[in-house]
C-alpha cells in the first residue's frame, strides 16, 4: 500500500488541471465526504471555480497537518480509494461518463420536432399542440433502448425506425399525436394492439393506471415484455396474441391505441371500448391511402369516427398470416 506522502501525490497529480475535479468530488460524496471537505482535510487545493479559469491551472505544494495514527491511516486508505477510483475513469471514459445520459439532448431535440410538427395541425389539435404531459413523458423514456443496438444512432430521428420481423417502432411525432388523442387520465385503463418494441406502452404507462398491450409476433413480444419489466413498467401486462380480437379480460378499456394498420376497425375492439372512450387506428389497405383514425364512444353507446390525416403503418398482422 502506498504511503500518505506517495497517495497525495498521486492525487495531487491528478488534480493539476480543473476539469477532472468533477471527477474527484463525484467519487468523494459517494465516500460520504462533501468536496471542500477532502479539499481542506487532505489540503489537496482544489481549485475554486468561481475563479478565473487561468488561476485554476495552478499547483500548490501540499502541506502536511499534525494527524494522530487513526486519522492518518483513514486518511491513507481514503485518497489510495479515490486515487484508483480516479485513475480508472480517466483511463475508461465510458466509466466516467456512466451517470451522464448521452441521450438527453436527442430527446429533447426530439421533443421541439414533435411541438413543431403540431404546429401544422392546428385543426386536429388546436392552438394547444401536444398536452405537456405528453412532451414531459416523451422527454423522460430512453427510445433508444428499444431500438436494436446497430440502429441506435438513429433512435431518435424523425421518422420510424425497424425492429426486427418487418416491424416498425414509430415516428416520434405519431407516437406522441396517437398518445395526445386518446385523452387519457390517470386512473384509465389502455389496450395497445401491436406491442412492437414496447415504446408506446413506455410512454403510456407514466399517465394511466394500466397498459394491457398484445403482441402477435412472439420473438418482439417477450423482447418487448422483458425489456418493460426491467425498465420497472409495473402497471404494463404483455399477452401474445392476434390483436384483431382484443383483451376481453383486461377491459373494458377507456382508451384503445392500434399501432398497424387494419382494413376495417375491428368490432370486437369496439366493443371492448368503454362508454365515453376513444379509439385510435390506421385504417386502410396495404396499397391504399391509410388515414389516422379517431373512434369515440359516446356515453350512450353510439360511435362517431373522423379521418384525422393520411399516415403509413406496417399491416396488422392476423393469427394464420
Known amino acids: 500500500m502506498p504511503n500518505r506522502a506517495q497517495a497525495a501525490r498521486r492525487l495531487a497529480y491528478m488534480s493539476q488541471t480543473w476539469q477532472e475535479m468533477p471527477v474527484l468530488c463525484a467519487i468523494a460524496e459517494r465516500f460520504g465526504l462533501r468536496a471542500p471537505i477532502v479539499a481542506d482535510r487532505f489540503k489537496t487545493h482544489a481549485p475554486v471555480f468561481d475563479r478565473p479559469a487561468e488561476m485554476n491551472h495552478r499547483f500548490y505544494p501540499m502541506h502536511k497537518p499534525p494527524m494522530n495514527g487513526l486519522v492518518k491511516l483513514v486518511g491513507i486508505l481514503m485518497l489510495t480509494a479515490i486515487t484508483i477510483a480516479v485513475t480508472a475513469r480517466i483511463a475508461d471514459p465510458a466509466a466516467h461518463a456512466e451517470a451522464i445520459d448521452k441521450h438527453t439532448n436527442a430527446r429533447a431535440k426530439m421533443v421541439r420536432t414533435i411541438e413543431d410538427h403540431a404546429r401544422g395541425l392546428p385543426d386536429i389539435l388546436g392552438a394547444g399542440g401536444i398536452a405537456l404531459e405528453v412532451l414531459d413523458v416523451m422527454g423522460e423514456v430512453e427510445r433508444h433502448l428499444f431500438v436494436p443496438v446497430p440502429r441506435r444512432a438513429i433512435a431518435y430521428a424523425d421518422r420510424p425506425v425497424s425492429i426486427g420481423y418487418g416491424q416498425t417502432i414509430s415516428q416520434p411525432f405519431i407516437v406522441a399525436l396517437m398518445t395526445h388523442l386518446l385523452g387519457a387520465e390517470a386512473d384509465d385503463a389502455i389496450l395497445e394492439v401491436g406491442t412492437g418494441s414496447g415504446y408506446q406502452a413506455a410512454v403510456l404507462a407514466p399517465m394511466v393506471a394500466r397498459v ?30 392476434d390483436g384483431y380480437h382484443g383483451w376481453p379480460e383486461c377491459g373494458p378499456f377507456d382508451g384503445i391505441v392500434v399501432t398497424a394498420a387494419a382494413d376495417h376497425v375491428p368490432p370486437p375492439l369496439v366493443a371492448q371500448l368503454k362508454p365515453g372512450g376513444r379509439m385510435i387506428i390506421p385504417v386502410g389497405g396495404v396499397f391504399a391511402t391509410q388515414y389516422l383514425t379517431l373512434i369515440e364512444k359516446s356515453a350512450s353507446g353510439q360511435i362517431r369516427t373522423r379521418l384525422l390525416l393520411p399516415v403509413r403503418f406496417v399491416p396488422l398482422t392476423r393469427a394464420g398470416q
Do not use: H
Open 212 to 241: 394491457c398491450t398484445i403482441e402477435i409476433i412472439s420473438g418482439l413480444g417477450r423482447r418487448a415484455e422483458a425489456l418493460l419489466a426491467d425498465l420497472g413498467f409495473e402497471n404494463v401486462r404483455v399477452k401474445i396474441a
